[in-house]
């Protein structure tokens, strides 16, 4: 096991190695830019637009600019304006006001895709860019300002089909719960889209705020096309299943519906590895970071954690071919970055102002680009995280023959594997650097991965628990937190949980009514960190009847009636009397024969309040219960 710092290094220096190069070159807010063929950030000084929001950039595959718009003039690699390159019909202050596609299977077609600010008449429309015009400088087509769907919310983002060599653009409709994908093939682009009704209906939000400000928030589909999440105004961050073979959104889930209203959502941006997302809430709120593959629906909302704290203006988020995620502010003159984005919690590194802009200014928005610019072809896949696993690795797409060194010489000659898909048992918990060496024909490609192994909890068996039915009705209240320092065992990282036998949870600390004199209850132990890691046992809970009376109260008030609490009855069978508090603290350990517990702790008076006790049979029963101090 390496370092976390070498690891991540080495993870990202590879992942250079196959990003495209088609978002190497950023122009954005004041003239800011930013050229990362070197595989670092270099800041550009030549850039010419200015804009509040919206931009986009592309370059060809080798990295060499192209051209640049703020979605009404677009600019040529020599920072003139394009031939017909103006009065397109995006908008400077529309958070994506812009994004660039290729038209696949040719090497000068470019589709520039706009939307209109606040829902806008324009909406959303699209323009042909001809590379070969212009001396190879590139001009607008008469095609130009085609209408697509008006209105529509500040929303477009774009992904590579996962069945052909084709692109899907998506948007969101203006009053409504319609998202659009439209299909760009090597035909030119459908204007039938793909319509999903599903998730927020999008309008004017309730008094006061008569305006159209619920169109604003970004839009992004992650990189391995399985997801895509929406910035909503008003409403939330929300997050959806996507098919990318067919365009179809699906699966509707709010992460942030427990947060107030007047947060406003506005960047969002998937990891590189596609399994965690990153949105900024703004107002008093910062930037969350939520892991979705943490299971349920309801887990994948309690991993949020607050990566950066609130009290600023967070702006647009974009992935970059390093494998970081940048985030701009308005009126900075440096981007936020995140340097480790794959990396649960805050070992991903949120760093405020990190990288500066030599002088010039960022505001709201960052270029998007087609985020299946940021997956390698032959993407390495893992399952199966938790330690003691026996962990799956392998490539995505097929490839000739591979040879694979897990990252873990503690494990010795079982540290490579020359299986297509080959599996390992990691030595500890911890973050691993993968990497393989694969070939396909001629060609030798190199992958690395970091991944993590959990820490998988155990669940220490707890004996049964027998209780008194002190009133005859089979029922009897218990609490779980007095066996939960027994099922962790020192675990203090896990998580316990308790359920029925028909599958539904039971709160804990809280009390709850047993349903039967004899019940089942399954305890789970889970990660929080990754939920899938959980371990399970049983524990009885009885209720039963006894010759032991257990009174309910003492009033130890020395008036000569209840002034001790001791047990009644065939004394004789019993083996030791133990009393708690309600935190499970041993306050006193009674002889059956004495005369009782008179309410005091070294010496020390105790205050009304319920107290608990244990009373172990000769037999190995023990009944517990609880009683009233009353002063």
């Known amino acids: 096991m390496k370092s976390n710092s070498l690891v991540v290094f080495l993870f990202y220096f590879t992942f250079s190695s196959f990003a495209q190069k088609e978002s190497n070159i950023w122009y954005f807010g004041y003239q800011a830019g930013i050229d990362f063929n070197s595989g670092s950030p270099v800041a550009l000084l030549d850039g010419q637009l200015s804009t509040s929001e919206g931009c986009a950039s592309i370059s060809n595959k080798e990295g060499n600019l192209l051209f640049y718009t703020d979605g009404v003039t677009v600019w040529n690699r020599n920072h003139a304006v394009m031939l017909n390159g103006t ?156 098919d990318s073979a067919t365009g179809i959104v699906s699966n509707p889930l709010n992460l942030t519906n427990s947060l107030p209203l007047i947060m406003s959502p506005y960047g969002i941006e998937f990891s590189p590895d596609s399994n965690l997302l990153y949105a900024g809430v703004g107002g008093f709120y910062g930037v969350f970071q939520y892991n979705l593959n943490a299971g349920t629906n309801s887990q994948i909302i309690n991993t949020a954690v607050e990566v950066d704290e609130g009290l600023r203006n967070h702006g647009q988020m974009q992935l970059a071919s390093d494998g970081k995620i940048y985030s701009s502010s308005i009126n900075k003159e440096a981007l936020d970055v995140i340097n480790f984005p794959n990396i649960i919690g805050l070992g991903c590194e949120y760093n405020r102002e990190s990288f500066f802009l030599g002088g010039k200014i960022a505001r709201s928005g960052l270029p998007p680009f087609v985020q299946s610019f940021f997956l390698s072809e032959y993407n390495i896949i893992h399952e199966k995280t938790c330690f003691g696993d026996s962990t799956i690795l392998k490539l995505e797409n097929t490839v000739d023959s591979v040879v694979w060194n897990f990252g873990d010489p503690v494990s010795g000659i079982n540290n490579t594997s020359t299986n297509l898909e080959a599996t390992h048992v990691f030595s500890s918990p911890g973050i691993y650097e993968v990497s393989v060496v694969a070939s396909v024909g001629n060609q030798t490609i190199n992958e690395t991965a970091t991944i993590t192994i959990y820490s998988q909890p155990i669940a220490y068996p707890v004996a049964n628990q027998v209780y008194y039915d002190d009133d005859g009705d089979g029922l009897y209240d218990f609490d779980t937190s007095l066996i939960e320092s027994t099922i962790l065992n020192g675990q203090t990282e896990m998580e316990v949980h308790y359920y029925d036998s028909s599958g539904i949870e039971l709160s804990s600390p809280l009390p709850n009514p047993l349903v039967s004199e004899t019940q089942t209850i399954t305890v789970e132990v889970i990660n929080p960190i990754n939920t899938i890691c959980i371990a399970t046992s049983n524990v009885e809970f009885i209720v039963t009847n006894s010759d032991i009376d257990f009174p309910k109260f003492f009033t130890p008030n020395g008036d000569g009636f209840n002034d001790t609490w001791q047990v009644n009855g065939q004394l004789q069978v019993i083996k030791g009397i133990f009393i708690f508090n309600r935190y499970g603290k041993l306050l006193k350990q009674l002889n059956p024969t004495s005369s009782g517990w008179d309410g005091t702790y070294n010496d020390k008076t105790l205050p009304s309040n319920d107290y608990w006790y244990h009373v172990i049979l000769e037999d190995g029963r023990i009944f517990k219960g609880h009683f009233s101090l009353i002063r």
Do not use: C
Not at 113 to 120: E, I, N, Q, Y
Not at 121 to 142: C, F, H, K, R, W
Not at 171 to 190: L, Q, R, T
């Open 87 to 242: 009065d397109l019909k995006g908008n400077v202050s529309s958070t994506h006001s812009a994004i660039i596609v290729p038209k696949p299977n040719s090497k000068d077609i470019y589709y520039i895709f706009t939307v209109d600010h606040l829902a806008g008449p324009n909406g959303l429309q699209y323009s042909e860019v001809d590379m070969s015009l212009d001396g190879g400088q590139g001009a607008i087509t008469s095609n130009k300002n085609i209408l697509l769907h008006t209105p529509v919310t500040e929303k477009v983002t774009a992904i590579k089909s996962s069945i052909s060599n084709e692109y899907w653009v998506v948007s969101h409709k203006w009053e409504s719960s319609d998202f659009i994908s439209y299909k760009v093939s090597e035909s030119g682009i459908n204007n039938t889209p793909i319509i999903s009704t599903v998730g927020s209906f999008i309008e004017v939000p309730p008094a006061p705020n008569f305006n159209n400000t619920t169109s604003l928030g970004a839009i992004k589909i992650s990189p391995n096309g399985k997801k895509l999440a929406v910035a909503r105004r008003y409403y939330g961050v929300e997050l959806y299943d996507f």
